[in-house]
């Protein structure tokens, strides 16, 4: 299991559904991901005023590999 503190944010993204496909994407590639969600957007479905953001979180060993993937 992921500590947090292991845990590096790769990037934030808005809404969801995007995070998701980051999320599988990077899992393909075996990183485990943990998405942090802000809590009254999440619940409510709300994407304004950063309501709806997400931060995507990797091990900090794997946050370089995660970003050429995200990239190539």
Do not use: C, Y
């Not at 998405?35 to 370089?64: C, D, R, W, Y």
């Amino acid at each position: 299991m992921m500590m947090e503190m292991d845990l590096e944010e790769l990037l934030t993204v808005e809404g969801t559904m995007e995070a998701e496909i980051v999320k599988s994407k990077l899992e393909n590639f075996n990183i485990p991901v943990l998405l942090k969600f802000e809590s009254a957007g999440h619940i409510f479905g709300i994407t304004m005023n950063g309501l709806g953001k997400v931060k995507i979180m990797v091990p900090k060993s794997l946050l370089q590999e995660a970003r050429e993937i995200l990239t190539g």
